[in-house]
């Protein structure tokens, strides 16, 4: 078998967080793996690498995206957000806060996932039912929790919201 | 209620909110692919597509040229450097056991779709996959051994030529007399069964880093594991380095529900590196891996009878339970743990004079099986369940009279059964007429006969358990196994007053953060905010066992309490001479030296700690300084948890499918320390639960081929498919352990296999379907009906 060389480079420009980033990145060089390990954005996270389980939800332009079935020049000039870009300083995000008090995390691994596709399913439709938020989280996979309490947490920020 | 984080007061019990989250939820938790260590490299294992062969022949010299690979490992080259991974069993206890090497890269043969063959170590990932996939192993194919029924031919080909056969152990007891309580019964009931290939599936894969310091001398690897110390020991078997030497850090570990708590060939591979390379490696398997190549569960074939009187008091009990193991055994706990697991649980709560099990486990060319939350006891408990609804359909009882008839009254506490468990206290009539009463039992046979004249098939499924909790030292020494269940903690003051707690557990999603905190601070009376636990790191932390088997909360508050014992007697002891009343008139309590009698403060705990640790010219001369204290604790022989599930289903009767339409749970776990976090395990053992029953199944084909290597083919529970879980809780303490704790961890996910089983049964009873395996996909279920269309 010949060897095989991936040596192509491309500069991209995103903003993340409200940073402008320049970088040189190899073309075929993952979104996720991009934000994690060459921003050190290290929140967003992997579990399935194949589209499925949304750890590595993040917001593109608006619209969540899963960053492990994206590369990063794909993202040259969009502006993105990760879950370290949620809270205002210290201060949670009202859907971090309704989180923690609702217990809607056991080990961790999948929750920015879900926090970013609640941000975009809030972003969507401000007053969705249950059933709606269980749509709408239904490409995020949770092992630990059952699903129940993060469905609460999502839809008291929703009711907040509303009053 | 809420109480105050910030005050004191009584914290066992206490509805707190996660320690934890606040980190988690701002992201700046850390998980093992968030270390990036400088000049590190990269690890890619090159695995086998074939279930059984033997390697003729690697050809490495086109990945070695690739740039930026650093190495090339495969079975050749480590033999010698790298022991293979062998369980071994004390065999005076376990003599029908025979033990196989796992070595941790193949040497002359594979022996399943997944394992091990080569390791490219590259600059970066990339580079390390890059060059894997130009490794050319060339095999010679084997027949595979695709299933236990062939597995067990007298032709069959061997998974391990030197055991003989492909048994790697069969356990078989006889308790009372079977036979007599066979032939005396009014009615007996048999069932035949399959459970199905699953996984404990965490949402983070498994990983490591390892890295070797040659200023402190120093393997360190930080592992996604739950058991870091028993990693240690094991890291320093296989290596032959030594144990003082070498560093395990568990940091925060994304889910784990058994699969890792073992040490993996991989993480021997990637110590092994770190050292020979002097650089750091990481290893970080995709989904792939995990689901083809770490370890699976469950997958047995059951036949069990139960005789009954006809008043439907249980006269006896006999099981045959063959576990299909996979190839290797989970180390170092061993593979055919499980099925002896799920045998003798059968008689769970119900009171039993003889029983009699058969415990066979068959080695194949799969994936080898590991401990997954409840290991045995779903395939146990749903085999029992679905008898006792047999037994009540023929005698034409109700299936929670049948139940309530046969189970140890609370009154007979401590009850020893009849595999020689004493069950110290418990529930089991009373969680089972409490969860009645939460799904409104009469009104919901009602309604299913209402349903099923309108062609909509209810069905009511229950399922009740008596689970053994935090095992003991003794407990796997009887089994023949070389595994400790004590566990240890240190407890610290510092000169401010405020306490650091080190414990040998590892949460991995548990909340141990929380509730071991909340165990300290009602034991040395100071706020829960002045509590911090601090586990993973086996430089800093006593040796301990880690966490699975529902034990944190018991061997893990259990060392703390007896730790913050030791403190806190020295610390009256102290405040005695100072204050000049008698320390048993004293008590530590809302950060206060406090006159017992009558709660008077007498002087805050920090102005004693700083006396203590500062001004130590002032302690009397017979004191010891310091303010602290190690315990190492061991549980008692048995705690045990028990609880009620009860499912509500329907099935659509044209498409196979089950949708849940309630779910509750009685669980009694002896004292609550978090309401929260209790309710929280049933929820999402529930939900695992859901998925064993109804969706996840690893699959091969007859040739040993695995099929369901994605998270498209292997499915589990999303949002859609889980109802929020109605919990009731009834409080049994232990009378052994402090505080009364009992452990709840594994709980959740024992018992829906059978109530949604049952459930299903009995929506379907109409036309009379046997469900007799597990998933209960649309596809098995409709073609039960079917079946049962085209014989009528």
Known sequence: MAATQFTEYQTIRVRVNGHEYEREVPVRRLLADFIRHDLGLTATHLGCEHGVCGACTIIMDDESVRSCLLFAVQADGAELQTLEGLA??????????????????????????????AVDLLNKNPRPSEEEIRHGLSGNLCRCTGYANIVKAVQAVAEQSQS | MEASQGGTGKMVGAQVRRVEDPRVLLGKSQYVDDLDLPNSLALAFVRSPYAHARIVSIDAAAAQNQPGVRLVLTGADIAGAIKPLRVEYEPAKAPTHKPCDWPVLAQDKVRFVGEAAAVVVAADRYAAEDAAGLIDVEYEPLEPVSDVEQALAADAPLVHE???????????????????AFQEADCVVSERLTTGRHMALPMETRGCVASFEPATDTLTVWSSTQVPHVLRSHIALVLDFPEHHIRVVAPDVGGGFGQKGHLFPEEAVSAYLAHRLGRAVKWIEDRRENLSASLHAKQQAVQAELAVRQDGTILGIRGRFVGDVGAYSEYPWGSAFEAGHAASSLPGPYKTPAFSFEAVSVATNKTTIGVYRGVGLPIGVLTMERLMDLAAHKLGLDPAEIRLRNMIRKEEHPYTTIIGAEVESGSHRESLQKALDILGYQECRAEQQRARAQGRYLGIGIGCYLEGTAPSSAAFASMGLNLGGYESATVRMDVAGKVTVLVGTHSHGQSHETTLAQVAADELGVPLADVKIIEGDTNAVPYGMGTWGSRSAVTGGGAISRASEKLRNKMLRIASRMTEVPDDDLELAEGMIRRRADTTPLMPIKELAHRVLVQAGSLPRDEEPGLDATAHYEPPPSTHANATHIALVEVDSDTGQVTLLRYIVVEDCGTIINPTVVDGQIQGGVAQGIGTALYEHALYDENGQFLTGTLMDYLIPTAIDVPQVEIGHIESPSPHTPHGIKGVGEGGAIAPPAAIANAVADALAPFEVRVDAIPLTPERVLGWIEQRQAAA
């Open chain 1, 88 to 117: 205002d300083g210290d201060k949670m995000h009202p859907l971090q806060q309704s989180f923690w008090d609702n217990h809607a995390l056991q080990c961790g691994f999948c929750t920015s996932g879900f926090l970013m596709s």
């Open chain 2, 162 to 180: 030197e055991w003989g056969d492909n048994v790697m152990q069969t356990l078989q007891a006889e308790i009372g007399d079977v036979a007599k």
